[in-house]
């Protein structure tokens, strides 16, 4: 089994590093393929290029084992559709099964998402909740596709949805940025070769935190 981690990562956390790790655990997957993406659909394009979050990507998982970093939304340029990345990871990996990981809050907005509905058609999705996170109700596209036991997930390639409860630490990518716009350490946050690359590009410096 591969599982799908996209994001922007900008910059890549420890929060991140941390559940993917406790899901590769948990479901025993092969791979966690981290996928930043270029242009998010919902939000404004990050003013780091894509190249150096890579890289911060990069430095952030090297040496964990199962760990890969996948470019193709960066290699194709243009607003990143998860749907797209879906269809040719599925192209690649035929048979497989692929699970995509989202967020709660990435669950709750996914009828926005471009051609939610055929994510399905590619990939189990798995989401991520917080262990006091309340269960939200599932619209009724979702409803059959829901799970209880994990097991099923490797029995087929896709078209299912669970709900793991992860270690989710309070960490987000904005709060760092607004650390290191005003001067601030970052520290215990984000790994130590990714601040060394921050510091030696200078990146963040005098950015507003939503860039």
Same mark, same amino acid.
């Not at 084992?65 to 192209?91: I, K, N, W």
């Not at 099964?97 to 996914?110: C, K, Q, T, V």
């Given at each position: 089994?591969?599982?799908?981690?996209?994001?922007?990562?900008?910059?890549?956390?420890?929060?991140?590093?941390? +559940?993917?790790?406790?899901?590769?655990?948990?479901?025993?997957?092969?791979?966690?393929?981290?996928?930043?993406?270029?242009?998010?659909?919902?939000?404004?394009?990050?003013?780091?290029?894509?190249?150096?979050?890579?890289?911060?990507?990069?430095?952030?998982?090297?040496?964990?084992?199962?760990?890969?970093?996948?470019?193709?939304?960066?290699?194709?340029?243009?607003?990143?559709?998860?749907?797209?990345?879906?269809?040719?990871?599925?192209?690649?990996?035929?048979?497989?099964?692929?699970?995509?990981?989202?967020?709660?809050?990435?669950?709750?907005?996914?009828?926005?998402?471009?051609?939610?509905?055929?994510?399905?058609?590619?990939?189990? +999705?798995?989401?991520?909740?917080?262990?006091?996170?309340?269960?939200?109700?599932? +619209?009724?596209?979702?409803?059959?596709?829901?799970?209880?036991?994990?097991?099923?997930?490797?029995?087929?390639?896709?078209?299912?949805?669970?709900?793991?409860? +992860?270690?989710?630490?309070?960490?987000?990518?904005?709060?760092?940025?607004?650390?290191?716009?005003?001067?601030?350490?970052?520290?215990?946050?984000?790994?130590?070769?990714?601040?060394?690359?921050?510091?030696?590009?200078?990146?963040?410096?005098?950015?507003?935190?939503?860039?």
């Amino acid at each position: 089994m591969i599982a799908i981690y996209g994001g922007t990562f900008n910059p890549i956390h420890l929060g991140h590093l941390r +559940v993917a790790l406790e899901i590769k655990e948990t479901f025993e997957f092969d791979e966690i393929r981290f996928i930043p993406c270029y242009q998010p659909a919902l939000k404004n394009k990050p003013l780091v290029t894509a190249s150096m979050r890579l890289k911060m990507l990069e430095l952030a998982i090297a040496g964990q084992q199962g760990f890969v970093c996948d470019s193709r939304e960066l290699d194709r340029a243009g607003t990143s559709y998860m749907v797209d990345t879906l269809a040719s990871l599925r192209d690649e990996f035929q048979t497989e099964s692929l699970a995509l990981l989202i967020g709660n809050d990435a669950f709750i907005s996914l009828e926005k998402w471009y051609q939610w509905q055929k994510l399905f058609d590619y990939s189990h +999705v798995i989401v991520m909740t917080r262990p006091d996170s309340c269960k939200i109700p599932l +619209v009724p596209f979702l409803k059959p596709r829901f799970i209880n036991n994990p097991a099923l997930l490797k029995q087929t390639l896709a078209g299912k949805l669970y709900f793991q409860k +992860v270690t989710q630490l309070a960490i987000s990518s904005t709060k760092i940025r607004h650390l290191l716009a005003t001067a601030h350490s970052s520290r215990f946050l984000i790994p130590d070769n990714v601040i060394n690359y921050i510091q030696q590009n200078q990146l963040y410096r005098n950015l507003n935190a939503n860039q």
